[in-house]
């Protein structure tokens, strides 16, 4: 609380980015986990909530004569401007800000105050809900050819590797430990994904410590022990995930790649995927385009193609197709890496396992595979989304563009995914919100040291306990086309990769389809099923009234009763809607206010059915509640979770349209 | 005229290979006056592969030592080859097509031979008389026109001043007008030196003029050509496929007609004004911007019947010429006369309009994607001629088909009806920003990839939706069995 300067300012305005003539009046609350803006607005009262670790950059801009502006922009891309009326305002709030955004230790970050009322037990089944020993026997492990090594026990070979590995029976503690000397950063190959089928393997590990000419025996020995662990095929592909030009780089810094002579019968192939640095800046550069006022299509268009941005994701997709194909369709073992072999190989190895394995594309399984690739194999969270304050340039969006991939493929096989894009963005959220301990830290290890599973919640748990939130209801596990390997073109085309509004521009509800196809989908079903139910307990009824004989009035009474559930007034079907700013430069209508009486109402299709644990999406659902409830949802009190950057945006209805 | 003179080889041995996704077909290949013919050996499948010769674009045609082959792109957009044996037999069924797809006698096309079973002839022509859409409750009113003649001498019109004086006096008292100009101010003074122009401010009092230039005629036929080209190279890289995307402009028109459209619908809904639109002829942007104006306001036209009289009422009698702008369509290489996809443009915005508002349209995708093949080939009358002058003169109507009789049949019905359909009373608002505007892939797209995952999707979705029908429909059965007790 000592970051906090100023706890409350008045007389706020919130610009609206769509049409920066509209301003909600409001107060601003800093809070030691939120900001939090109300409207003044009485009838609306109108709530944005924003979780300190989603902020990623503030932004103090000149003052006008309405004030001091001042930018917010958060990782889950929400964008707030705030004008602040007093300068000396603004420059505290930016202060404070600027603190509370990146705290300093770990125990400042959220999910260490999160309490959302679960006792002990229920908060230990939590995190017992994903159990990677599991996932490994469901895969057929251990076999004739793969075992469980307690080489790593105790992080004593690789401390940013989990202390539960398998790696091929023939290759020794002594084999093991021999090249994890040379790989960068003793990460040496340990299997991600085993393809029960053909007993091909995904293995992934670092870059070799090869420079000009070095070599290393029980490195060779080890990529011979993955080969003969598949009986099927005598070769195995080495895939490098890095552009060659970085690679060959590496080498003069004593790292490098296999050379093929050294290794026997393995096929070494690059596979260009910029590094973090590139991805960054590719990022920023896409969010610049989604940011321009009313873009004409070719502004859009050539900004998004500047930015490299869906070229970078077709490129990780494509890496993840080769490696699915080597193993489902040649047969043949793959071991990735690139530089570190915590960024680029997570991505592509869980990717190949996605396509792979339509177990990765339900929704417990899909936990699975992050927990498996990115979480236990070291991916570097803190680093590469600044949980903590740290090196700017170590930041990076390597999961978002992971689960942007998701996205593609969903976009691509309606019906492929237990999931819906909602899940997506919410892990995205999670990965960024710290609210539960998930996703702290850079290693298991750390992890463990900062005892996360004693202190913390499991996102895990509280995804799967609004799991009905996150289904596809096009889901069809048993269709052809879903079982076993998804099947893909083989030229895979540019045009299949589109843009993806709902994350980038998800905050910008206007910019979204005004109807949820999923949503109704899932009203739909679950709507037949309550009918079904009625219809059982009607049949029931029959029989018991053929029984009993009971006289022909009390039954005729009772058959209207169905009737209050069946079909879906219109009245809940429409959205909100109202009409843009359709005139552009041109002076058109004269300004007359629009009548209040003809406004379109604003009702959301699925009100009762979003509950939202989430309440980011909630941005539809007009919960109303007062700055009164602020205290009782300090952290500290916390009865139910306040969450990452609600914003409880009753859509307005005024038809700012035409302007002079 | 006899067809069989232009038909030069009946008969040959070939093999058809319909892209990427479909299985080959062989057989005997066999054009007949409005069609070729595929018909598979005994021992494959039964089924007799047929092409609507009117359907045919472009053909090629290669020859390589004693066989040949033909590329046929249609209009549909599919492209279609046919490996043929014998030099000569290609030569002369490629001559035959050519000759046989591009005649221009309307009375010697097939809708005048076509007699389907179980449809009559004269059924589904007759529509309500022609009417502006119009807002009974508020009184104002949507007008097309083409432009006023105005000429280099600024000459005037009493009668044409007093009829939008009286469209004013007959709506709300003190209202207002617009006019939406679909040209540029410049393009529409321009006019005046071939005797058009726009309406002087000071003749029109109460009415006030809006320039939103469309893009049409030639310019919107090579933003569609090129657009299809740009869909077709598969190879490319995907920087290149974005900047291709944008040079194109297909996707900046598609903006541009729906933006104008919501602009004259915010007038009428959220002004209350009255709006007159109009460009040059009155018979290309200025029907995109009045439809599309009548389904963002009107509940009525998103039905199935709804949209197809708004098709009949705006389009067909409005006199859009569309055996003129359909000639051909995005393949071929004559340079271009008359040739505008003005009503892909106008069908790509109610896409878009369906991808914001997926509920609120009562016809799907495949509604749209079979109007656009129908218009431009087809065995029903209904796109036939250029106006219903012509339509008359040639007895289109008592002659041949129409296409809404032939789409309302039963069988179709899953395929076109849009299953999650509940009807919103509301106006639709779409949002015309770029981050909301997508590639339309179910038609650009519609022969390059796999058919199968959005099949898949599409069954499950009428599955879920007739799933909760039958529940809901087996109730009567269990009140009514109470009943009878």
């Known amino acids: ?660 | 005229m006899e067809f069989s003179e232009l038909i030069r080889t009946g008969q040959a041995q070939a093999e058809l290979l319909r892209g990427p996704e479909a299985p080959p077909l062989r057989g005997t290949l066999c054009v007949t006056g409005h069609h070729l013919l595929l018909s598979p050996g005994p021992q494959a499948t039964p089924d007799l592969w047929l092409l609507l010769l009117r359907s045919v674009d472009s053909i090629e045609k290669r020859v390589a030592g004693d066989c040949g082959t033909i590329t046929l792109r249609c209009k549909d957009l599919r492209v279609l080859q046919l490996d043929i044996e014998g030099v000569e037999a290609t030569l002369n069924i490629a001559r035959s097509i050519e000759a046989l797809s591009s005649l221009e006698s309307v009375i010697t096309s097939f809708p005048f031979f076509y007699r389907p079973k179980g449809l009559r002839l004269g059924d589904a022509w007759h529509f309500h008389p022609p009417e502006r859409y119009y807002k009974r409750v508020a009184r104002e009113v949507l007008l097309r026109s083409s432009q006023p003649l105005i000429g280099p001498q600024k000459r005037r019109c009493a009668e044409d001043e007093a009829l939008l004086r009286a469209v004013l006096a007959g709506s709300r008292p003190g209202a207002r007008g617009f006019i939406v100009d679909t040209r540029s101010a410049q393009t529409a003074k321009q006019a005046r030196m071939t005797g058009g122009g726009t309406e002087a401010k000071a003749a029109y009092p109460g009415w006030k003029r809006l320039h939103r230039p469309l893009e049409r005629g030639r310019p919107l036929q090579e933003s569609f050509v090129h657009l299809v080209e740009a869909c077709g190279d598969l190879e490319q890289s995907m920087d290149h496929w974005l900047s291709r995307l944008a040079g194109c402009r297909w996707l900046a028109h598609v903006k541009e007609a729906l933006s104008t459209a919501c602009l004259a619908a915010q007038g009428m809904e959220r002004e209350g004004a009255c709006i007159l639109v109009h460009g040059a002829e009155g018979t290309d942007s200025t029907l995109v911007v009045t439809s599309l104006a009548q389904l963002i306001l009107d509940p009525s036209s998103r039905t199935m019947a709804g949209f197809q009289e708004l098709v009949e009422r705006e389009w067909i009698q409005a006199g859009h010429p569309f055996q003129l702008r359909c000639a051909h369509s995005a393949f071929s290489h004559a340079r271009p006369k008359h040739e505008a996809p003005t009503f892909l443009l106008f069908l790509d915005c109610v896409w878009q309009l369906g991808r914001q508002f997926p509920l609120s349209l009562e016809f799907g995708e495949g509604m749209l994607l079979a109007l656009f093949d129908h218009a431009y080939a087809s065995p029903f009358g209904t796109f036939l001629c250029n106006s219903e002058q012509e339509r008359c003169l040639c007895e289109v109507r008592t002659r041949t088909h129409s296409l809404w009789s032939g789409l309302n049949q039963l069988k179709e019905q899953r395929k076109l009806r849009n299953p999650l359909y509940v009807p919103n009373p509301l106006a639709l608002w779409p949002s015309v920003e770029p981050q909301s505007l997508r590639l339309w892939q179910g038609l650009f797209l519609r022969w390059t990839r796999p058919p199968e995952p959005s099949e898949a999707a599409w069954e499950k979705v009428w599955q879920i939706v007739t799933d909760q029908e039958k529940t809901e429909g087996s109730q009567p059965t269990v009140s009514a069995s109470e009943l009878q007790l």
């Open chain 1, 1 to 660: 609380m000592e970051h906090i300067r100023t706890p409350k300012v008045e007389n706020v305005r919130l610009v609206d980015r769509i049409s920066s003539k509209k301003a909600a009046l409001g107060t601003l609350y800093l809070t030691a986990t939120h900001v939090i803006f109300v409207e003044n607005a009485p009838d609306t009262r109108k709530e944005t909530w924003i979780l300190h670790s989603q902020i990623s950059t503030i932004e103090k801009q000149a003052t006008t004569a309405t004030g001091c502006p001042l930018l917010i922009r958060c990782k889950n891309f929400q964008l707030l401007q705030l004008i602040i009326p007093q300068e000396r305002d603004c420059h505290d709030v930016y202060l404070s800000l600027v603190r509370l955004a990146r705290p300093v230790k770990y125990e400042e970050l959220y999910c260490f105050s999160f309490n959302p009322k679960l006792d002990k037990e229920e908060r230990e089944q939590g995190w017992m809900l994903i159990d990677l020993g599991e996932e490994y026997k469901r895969m057929g492990l251990p076999n004739n050819y793969w075992q469980l090594s307690d080489v790593n026990r105790d992080y004593r070979v690789c401390d940013s590797y989990p202390a539960d590995l398998y790696v091929p029976r023939s290759a020794t503690a002594h084999i093991i430990v021999g090249s994890s000397k040379f790989r960068s950063r003793r990460r040496f190959p340990a299997l991600s994904y085993y393809y029960r089928e053909n007993h091909a393997s995904i293995c992934r590990s670092s870059q070799p410590l090869s420079g000009f000419s070095a070599r290393c025996l029980e490195d060779e020995q080890m990529l011979q022990a993955i080969r003969k662990a598949n009986p099927g095929s005598d070769f195995i592909y080495v895939v490098d995930t890095r552009p060659k030009l970085n690679a060959m780089a590496n080498r003069a810094a004593g790292k490098g790649y296999e050379n093929e002579d050294n290794y026997s019968n393995i096929k070494f192939q690059f596979i260009g995927i910029e590094n973090i640095h590139v991805m960054r800046n590719s990022l920023q550069k896409m969010l610049e385009v989604c940011e321009l006022k009313s873009p004409s299509m070719s502004d859009f268009l050539w900004g998004l193609e500047n930015s490299g941005w869906l070229r970078h994701i077709k490129a990780i997709l494509d890496a993840g197709i080769f490696i699915a194909k080597a193993v489902s369709e040649e047969g043949a073992s793959v071991l990735v890496h690139c530089s570190d072999g915590w960024d680029r190989t997570a991505q592509v190895c869980s990717v190949a396992s996605l396509l792979l394995d339509p177990h990765y594309r339900t929704l417990k399984g899909f936990m699975v595979l992050i927990e498996k690739d990115w979480i236990s194999f070291g991916h570097k969270f803190n680093h590469r989304y600044g949980n903590l304050d740290g090196d700017p340039k170590e930041i990076s969006p390597v999961i978002d563009q992971f689960i942007e991939c998701v996205w593609q493929l969903m976009e691509q096989f309606p019906c492929a995914f237990e999931f819906n894009e909602r899940f997506l963005i919410h892990i995205q959220n999670h990965i960024y919100s710290c609210q539960f301990g998930n996703f702290l830290c850079n290693s298991q290890k750390e992890r463990q040291e900062l005892k996360i599973q004693e202190r913390t919640h499991s996102s895990w748990a509280h995804l799967w306990k609004n799991r009905a939130e996150y289904l596809n209801p096009l889901f069809r596990a048993d269709h052809s086309q879903t079982r076993g390997a998804l099947r893909l073109p083989t030229a895979p085309c540019s045009f299949t990769h589109k843009f993806w509004s709902g994350m980038y521009n998800r905050f910008e509800k206007g910019l979204q389809p005004r109807q949820s196809v999923t949503d109704y989908l899932m009203a739909v079903k679950e709507e037949s099923q309550q009918l079904e139910e009625e219809l059982a307990a009607l049949g029931e009824r029959l029989e018991k009234i053929q029984k009993v004989q009971l006289n022909r009035t009390e039954v005729r009474n009772k058959q209207s009763e169905p009737s209050k559930h069946s079909g879906f007034s219109t009245s809940d079907n429409s959205t909100a809607n109202t009409p843009q700013d359709y005139s552009g430069n041109v002076k058109s209508f004269p300004s007359r206010s629009p009548s209040q009486g003809d406004e379109d109402s604003a009702l959301i299709l699925t009100q009762d059915n979003l509950k939202s644990s989430d309440p980011d999406l909630s941005a539809n659902s007009d919960q109303e509640s007062g700055v009164e409830d602020l205290s009782c949802r300090s952290p500290s009190g916390g009865e139910h979770a306040p969450s990452e950057d609600s914003s409880k945006d009753r859509d307005s209805d005024e038809a700012v349209f035409l302007t002079a």
